[in-house]
């Protein structure tokens, strides 16, 4: 007995795979196996009592040691089985990439704006989306029945406040919170009953300008156009005026900038080397009274930049439903352009 457990030791020492331990099993306790052999081949009638009992004991002890031994070998096998796959691991794989988020095309826009005027002393203001009559329009010297309002047809909710149809609504807000002098920007979201198309979205973004102070002249106006517009594109452009009609400015203009494609000699973006950019004038008496401001002291110069307009400009996007699809897509090509 002292024999077969000395082998067992040894070759459960020897043995390099579970298969071999299991050979190794067979061949101890399995129905040919040396224990179980030698439990068979005993002469009991050849021995006392003592001796039986004796015998039998020991035997017991030999196979529980054997079992004992064999199945934590067993375990052992299996435990480096396991070792040995996660070492398997392959740390040069390509890993699962965590999608980094994008700025919005517009934001992207908004933000760079925010910083010019910022610079040059401007505050930056948001006001409401849902708005009143009276700061969209009536305000604004735009009565009920005036024609501008045909122009700017908006959505409307039960309890007669509407969806601003532009960012100038906070003109005669701002002036009535906080007085002039005044230098502001109001970047926001504007809304129209429109229909939909290329250029045309109901949903769409502004960013109006406000400098109220004494002796404001149309000098100012076009100085710090000029001066904004260079800073966004990022070299010297040039700008000129053209008359336009806008209820709340007097007198009103069309601000072009000169074609940065075609350097002004005319292209198919431009077609005369002038684009169309930004609305503005000279706030209107009727407005700074509106604002609890005295015309007589102050004057001051507005504009409405279509931020939507500047974004698919300054980015190359050719249809505005990009812009408020949804599509992770579009944000994710401009964020390193930025
Ligand atoms: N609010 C006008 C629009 O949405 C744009 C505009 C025109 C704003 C002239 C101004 C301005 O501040 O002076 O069509």
Not at 41 to 68: H, I, P, Y
Not at 272 to 277: C, P, T
């Amino acid at each position: 007995m002292q024999e077969i457990k000395e082998r067992l030791v040894q070759d459960l020492k020897s043995a390099t795979t579970a298969e071999q331990v299991e050979q190794i099993r067979v061949d101890y306790l399995g129905r040919k196996g040396s224990i179980t052999t030698l439990a068979k081949s005993a002469d009991f009638s050849k021995m006392s009592v003592e001796e039986k009992k004796s015998f039998g004991q020991r035997l017991n002890e030999l196979k529980n040691f054997a079992t004992a031994e064999i199945s934590a070998a067993v375990e052992a096998f299996k435990a480096s089985a396991i070792r040995r796959k996660t070492n398997d691991l392959d740390l040069t794989a390509p890993g699962k990439g965590r999608r980094l988020g994008a700025l919005h095309p517009i934001t992207l826009t908004q933000m760079e704006l925010e910083d010019v005027f910022q610079g040059m002393g401007f505050s930056v203001l948001y006001g409401p989306e849902v708005e009143s009559e009276y700061f969209c329009f009536e305000a604004l010297n735009i009565p009920g029945d005036h024609p501008a309002r045909d122009m700017q047809d908006t959505f409307w909710l039960k309890n007669q406040l509407i969806l601003r149809t532009h960012t100038s609504a906070n003109q005669v807000r701002t002036l009535q919170r906080f007085g002039a002098p005044i230098r502001a920007i109001f970047p926001g979201r504007c809304f129209r009953y429109e229909a939909v198309d290329p250029s045309h979205e109901n949903t769409f973004y502004q960013c109006e300008g406000l400098v109220v102070d004494k002796n404001i002249s149309v000098a100012n106006l076009i100085a710090t156009m000029k001066t904004i517009l260079s800073q966004v594109f990022k070299r010297d452009v040039k700008v000129r005026l053209r008359p336009g009609y806008f209820p709340f400015v007097e007198p009103g203009f069309e601000l072009d900038l000169n074609c940065l494609l075609c350097g002004g000699k005319g292209c198919p973006t431009c077609g005369d080397g002038w684009i169309e950019l930004i609305p503005c004038g000279l706030i209107h008496p009727e407005v700074l009274r509106h604002g609890g401001i005295d015309p007589k002291e102050y004057s001051g110069f507005a504009f409405g930049v279509g931020l939507t307009r500047l974004a698919m400009m300054k980015f190359g996007i050719k249809d505005i439903r990009y812009l408020n699809c949804g599509d992770l897509r579009v944000n994710e090509q401009f964020t390193t352009l930025v």
